[in-house]
């Protein structure tokens, strides 16, 4: 059986370079469809794409943020000065300050120029990425791990939930029989108040459609239907979280036919509870992966 996962999740790994430590934090939120975000250092953005492509494969769906951190922590990877390019800064700052008379600290406003500082490798290190590789995936399956703790307690949840609704359509056969009678008596009231005398045979068939049309037995049918479907797909587990959004609206639908034809004041308190219920339901599914 497959876990159900829920979609919001934290993850966090490390990787310590002779030179540098890497941090990979990845993060996930409740969202309709994939959507990823990565932050990353300039210098390893050619990696960005497999990135992408390893968090799609893993996490299936979710606001998706990975945030990569590269600290230095060793002198000969500092990164160094492009020389030629300050030399040509400082010229052309130099011609302005002249036109201009204008004066300053020039070499402290190149070194906030762009592109002045180099990565002192010129490409990543394939050892290097292989191990940055399996830190994101470290970091992935951690986060994996929090979606199926807080997945274990939505499941719990959303059992108890679905066996109240059960419990309240099992209450509203405790009425049938009360609510015939009422819907009986209110129409012999009715015809009583009628002069003349009603034809036997035509009361009986209007009193036979007018209970059939307030009867919600196919409506319980379906909705133990639609229920046993949830918590079958609950026991499954995997990304369920579209079809248990698709099934918890069918499960309304029944309730709110329920309803409308409840007719008596005992069963549509029952319905109301039925849809609270299914409302705090419909609230956790769209935390569900």
Do not use: C
Request: aromatic content about 6%; hydrophobic content about 40%.
């Amino acid at each position: 059986m497959a876990h159900l996962y829920s979609m919001t999740g934290f993850g966090k790994a490390i990787l310590q370079l002779p030179a540098k430590k890497i941090t990979i934090e990845v993060k996930s939120l409740n969202s309709k469809q994939l959507d990823i975000n990565v932050r990353m250092p300039s210098f390893y953005k050619e990696k960005e794409s497999p990135i992408r492509q390893k968090l799609a494969e893993e996490l299936n769906r979710g606001k998706i943020d990975l945030n990569f951190y590269s600290e230095v922590t060793g002198a000969e990877k500092a990164p160094r000065v492009n020389r030629a390019l300050v030399v040509e800064y400082i010229s052309q700052l130099k011609g302005i300050m002249d036109e201009t008379g204008v004066e300053g600290d020039i070499m402290s406003a190149v070194m906030r120029l762009p592109d002045v500082m180099q990565a002192a490798e010129d490409e990543v290190d394939e050892a290097e990425w292989k191990a940055i590789q399996e830190v994101v995936h470290q970091a992935v399956e951690q986060l994996n791990g929090f979606r199926a703790d807080e997945g274990a307690t939505l499941k719990v949840d959303l059992d108890n939930r679905i066996a109240i609704i059960r419990e309240k359509m099992a209450g509203i056969d405790v009425h049938e029989e009360d609510r015939v009678k009422r819907i009986k008596e209110k129409l012999s009231r009715g015809l009583a108040e009628i002069a003349e005398k009603p034809d036997e045979n035509r009361y009986e068939q209007e009193l036979i459609y007018y209970l059939e049309k307030l009867d919600v037995t196919e409506e319980k049918v379906r909705l133990k239907s639609h229920l046993d479907y949830f918590e079958q797909l609950l026991n499954e587990g995997g990304p369920i979280g579209k079809k248990l959004g698709f099934i918890s609206q069918e499960i309304g639908r029944e309730i709110n036919t329920m309803g409308s034809k409840a007719n008596h004041a005992a069963m549509q308190k029952l319905v109301v509870e039925m849809k609270d219920e299914l409302e705090k339901i419909k609230e956790q599914v769209l935390n569900i992966l």
